[in-house]
Protein backbone atom coordinates (compact mmCIF):
# COMPACT_ATOMS: atom_id res chain seq x y z
CA UNK A 1 0.00 0.00 0.00
CA UNK A 2 1.12 3.26 -0.66
CA UNK A 3 -0.58 6.93 -0.02
CA UNK A 4 0.72 10.08 -2.18
CA UNK A 5 0.29 13.07 -0.62
CA UNK A 6 0.28 16.53 -2.20
CA UNK A 7 -1.23 20.00 -2.58
CA UNK A 8 0.89 21.72 0.21
CA UNK A 9 2.30 25.15 -0.36
CA UNK A 10 2.37 28.64 0.94
CA UNK A 11 -0.73 30.17 1.52
CA UNK A 12 -1.74 33.80 3.38
CA UNK A 13 -3.92 33.73 5.75
CA UNK A 14 -7.81 33.61 4.72
CA UNK A 15 -6.45 31.30 1.74
CA UNK A 16 -7.51 27.81 0.86
CA UNK A 17 -5.19 24.90 -0.27
CA UNK A 18 -6.93 21.28 -1.11
CA UNK A 19 -4.39 18.52 -0.03
CA UNK A 20 -4.51 15.44 -2.33
CA UNK A 21 -4.23 11.53 -1.02
CA UNK A 22 -4.09 9.20 -4.21
CA UNK A 23 -3.66 5.50 -2.56
CA UNK A 24 -2.06 2.71 -4.35
CA UNK A 25 -2.65 -1.11 -3.29
CA UNK A 26 -5.24 -0.34 -0.97
CA UNK A 27 -9.49 1.00 -2.04
CA UNK A 28 -9.89 4.07 -0.54
CA UNK A 29 -13.33 3.91 -0.73
CA UNK A 30 -13.66 0.53 1.78
CA UNK A 31 -11.38 1.87 4.03
CA UNK A 32 -10.84 4.70 6.30
CA UNK A 33 -8.91 7.57 5.13
CA UNK A 34 -7.34 10.11 7.35
CA UNK A 35 -5.19 13.09 7.53
CA UNK A 36 -2.99 14.20 10.46
CA UNK A 37 -0.21 17.12 11.06
CA UNK A 38 2.71 18.19 12.91
CA UNK A 39 3.58 21.49 13.49
CA UNK A 40 7.13 22.15 14.17
CA UNK A 41 7.95 21.14 17.86
CA UNK A 42 4.73 19.92 18.70
CA UNK A 43 2.80 16.57 18.05
CA UNK A 44 1.19 14.79 15.26
CA UNK A 45 -2.61 15.32 15.52
CA UNK A 46 -5.74 14.57 14.13
CA UNK A 47 -7.23 16.61 10.87
CA UNK A 48 -9.86 14.94 9.72
CA UNK A 49 -11.09 10.96 8.23
CA UNK A 50 -13.36 9.57 5.86
CA UNK A 51 -14.97 5.97 5.61
CA UNK A 52 -16.95 4.21 2.86
CA UNK A 53 -21.00 5.75 3.49
CA UNK A 54 -19.44 9.04 3.72
CA UNK A 55 -18.70 8.87 7.30
CA UNK A 56 -16.79 11.87 8.16
CA UNK A 57 -15.01 13.11 11.25
CA UNK A 58 -12.95 16.34 12.02
CA UNK A 59 -10.94 17.78 14.50
CA UNK A 60 -12.57 20.76 16.40
CA UNK A 61 -9.59 22.88 15.21
CA UNK A 62 -10.69 22.38 11.79
CA UNK A 63 -14.13 21.62 11.79
CA UNK A 64 -16.37 24.41 9.54
CA UNK A 65 -13.25 25.73 8.17
CA UNK A 66 -12.56 22.08 6.13
CA UNK A 67 -14.32 18.93 4.22
CA UNK A 68 -12.47 15.76 3.55
CA UNK A 69 -13.94 14.02 0.55
CA UNK A 70 -13.05 11.32 -1.77
CA UNK A 71 -13.01 10.30 -5.64
CA UNK A 72 -13.29 6.72 -5.63
CA UNK A 73 -13.04 6.30 -9.87
CA UNK A 74 -9.60 8.49 -8.68
CA UNK A 75 -9.20 6.60 -5.55
CA UNK A 76 -8.05 9.60 -4.14
CA UNK A 77 -8.79 11.27 -1.21
CA UNK A 78 -9.11 15.50 -0.49
CA UNK A 79 -8.78 17.84 2.21
CA UNK A 80 -10.29 20.76 1.29
CA UNK A 81 -9.13 23.83 3.77
CA UNK A 82 -10.42 27.51 3.52
CA UNK A 83 -9.96 30.03 5.57
CA UNK A 84 -6.54 28.92 6.68
CA UNK A 85 -4.49 30.23 9.71
CA UNK A 86 -0.97 30.56 10.47
CA UNK A 87 -1.75 28.03 13.26
CA UNK A 88 -2.44 25.35 10.50
CA UNK A 89 1.16 25.52 9.45
CA UNK A 90 2.19 22.27 9.55
CA UNK A 91 3.18 18.68 7.71
CA UNK A 92 0.13 17.16 6.46
CA UNK A 93 0.26 13.11 6.45
CA UNK A 94 -2.43 11.05 4.64
CA UNK A 95 -2.91 7.59 6.64
CA UNK A 96 -5.27 4.71 5.63
CA UNK A 97 -6.81 1.88 8.48
CA UNK A 98 -9.07 -0.76 8.33
CA UNK A 99 -12.10 -0.33 11.03
CA UNK A 100 -13.92 3.09 11.53
CA UNK A 101 -13.34 6.62 11.37
CA UNK A 102 -11.13 7.48 14.31
CA UNK A 103 -8.21 10.02 15.95
CA UNK A 104 -6.46 7.65 17.14
CA UNK A 105 -3.33 7.08 14.99
CA UNK A 106 -2.65 3.50 16.31
CA UNK A 107 -5.46 2.34 13.80
CA UNK A 108 -4.08 3.62 10.79
CA UNK A 109 -1.30 1.18 9.52
CA UNK A 110 -0.43 3.06 6.15
CA UNK A 111 1.17 6.70 6.07
CA UNK A 112 2.15 8.70 3.16
CA UNK A 113 4.76 10.81 3.04
CA UNK A 114 3.55 14.47 4.03
CA UNK A 115 3.10 17.40 2.31
CA UNK A 116 4.14 20.84 4.21
CA UNK A 117 1.31 23.41 4.23
CA UNK A 118 2.30 27.09 5.83
CA UNK A 119 0.52 30.05 6.40
CA UNK A 120 1.69 33.33 6.62
CA UNK A 121 -0.16 36.13 8.23
Known amino acids: VQLQASGGGLVQAGGSLRLSCAAS????????MGWFRQAPGKEREFVAA???????LYAVSVKGRSTISRDNAKNTVYLQMNSLKPEDTAVYYC????????????????WGQGTQVTVSS
Open 50 to 56: IKSGETT
Open 95 to 110: ASGRHFVTTNQKMYDY
Open 25 to 32: GRTASTYV
